[in-house]
């Protein structure tokens, strides 16, 4: 339940003024961002009694705290919307991500002299032009292969030097300006077919590649010929999409379905009386539905080309969004919602699309859900927790009891928490003794949580410990000792059983349950982020040694470590191999054998 006290009164004093809210939960973070034509009506809607949807009820239920921005028009309200979004990625608004993360775009600078071609995903407004977004029918990779094999456009880095000719320009796949085998002219004229094709308007990239498919053939180069073969495949496929009997203008088809729960968007680009490949994006937006399709929209745009035309599924703020368009794309502007005839089929198409995205995002929100919050549940049913939402984990590493380091690794709701995990350098211990090394970690970290340092402050709810009975019950004591009273657990490796401390006897799950699955995944991932510790740490001290000879750097040092893997080999070989170590030279492998081994005999050449 919201938090009354604090946002009641604020609700009274808000302005009947456009603006922003920005909603935040207890730990301020802010957790919803949106736009209203009046403030006063638009807030207070979210904190009445009636009846929500159940994205909008889970968010209000997360809302301690409210802050807004008075702006003079709607469309203001929109450019900030979209501006704090952008800036925040809050959790209950819209993220331009697709269906298989974040989406995927072709970035040409056509400022540049000689401009590159590169997939991006992460879109800047730095006056670049940018391509896409991609789905699965024609991946931007994909996509960019094959305006290699049509045009020649460079994909080497931004910054061009000049250079010899790379393997690009020998296979054919580019015009490689660096070496000044193409005029300025030529290549601008290489880069406008490309941008043409992206957009739809050049068909002659099919019949160039039918060429290239056909020479590589009858050279017997058919691995080339098959690769070919699939460019023109996908081309064909974007061919199909061609709008038959009527001229449609350049135009872009938005169409937003909720099931009242999820959400999605799917946009589908129509270029050239083509129907270029839709994205679809599902998100569990906490607005309503016209207002979560435009910030999509704004935020779309923000590294798309804006048309002349934009259609829509629902009801926008249409006059708001058409102001902010027209900024952006520098002329006017239409946004409708179309009634019937082929621009209504079109809108159609793209609901179907935005409907198959939020069932198959349902279907992988479900099984996420059952391998972490559901495995939490399996997990307190089993063991009998009251819960088991925070699980701790910790492990020793050292190599014969050599710079001994431990690991504390952190699980919320079944999910990586990265930010709570924690190193530990072992200071009392000596020699080979994991248990007292366990008993110092757990000891620290609870002595940090008395004193009530912020950082250690949250308790788990259980601790897991890597071991069986002897490691546990030593672990457990030292817990009690420091006056706690947290379930654990020890998780054995080579029968996978759960050793508690309420029975003698271990609790056998079974192989493919989610609750072992669960503390397998902690486990490992203790193990895995102890072991990194260890190996960063004994690598500084190898490398101090190494590097505290005259004449070997951090590089020689690298070279030398990578050749032999410790200080030990190191110092068993005779000056003969060092010279011969690639990266060495005589005076370095003189000053390393007499390091370990004192100066070395007259006579023997290398002096």
Known sequence: MFNRDKVEPKIKDLPEKPGVYIMKDARGNIIYVGKAVILKRRVTQYFRSSPKPVKVQAMVDNVDDFEYVVTLTEADALVLESTLIKKHMPRYNILLKDDKGQAAYIRMDLRDKFPNMEVTRHPGRDGAKYYGPFSAAMTAKNMVSVIKSVYGVRTCPRAMRVRRECLDWHIGLCLAPCTGAVTQADYAKAVRGAADFLEGRDNTAEKILEEKMAAAAEAEDFERAIKYRGFIAGIKLMNERTLADLEVEDSDYFAYVTDGIRSAVSVMPVRGNKLLPAGSFPFADAGEDGEALASFIMQYYENNTVPLCVFVNVPVAADALEECLCNIRGGPVHVRQPQRGMRRDLIRTAEENARECMEKTADEQLRERERTFGACDMLCDRLKLVSARRIECYDISHISGTDKVASGVCFINGAKAASE???????????????????????????????????????????????????????????????????????????????????????????????????????????????????????????TELVSIPGIGEKKSRLLLRAYGSVDRIRSLPLEALETTAGMTKPSALAVYEHFHGKAEEGNGNV
């Open 421 to 543: 995990y924690r190193r530990y350098r072992i200071k009392t211990v000596e020699g080979n003794d994991d248990f007292h090394c366990m008993a110092e970690v757990l000891r620290r970290r609870l002595a940090r949580a008395k004193s009530g340092d912020v950082r250690f402050a949250e308790l788990p709810d259980l601790i897991v410990i890597d071991g069986g009975k002897g490691q546990l019950h030593a672990a457990y004591a030292v817990m009690k000792e420091a006056g706690f009273h947290i379930p654990m657990v020890g998780l054995a490796k080579r029968e996978e059983e759960i050793f508690t401390t309420t029975s003698p006897d271990p609790v056998l799950l079974s192989r493919d349950s989610a609750a072992l699955r669960l503390l397998q995944r902690v486990r490992d991932e203790a193990h895995r982020f102890a072991i990194t510790y260890h190996r960063k740490s004994r690598m500084k001290h190898i490398n």
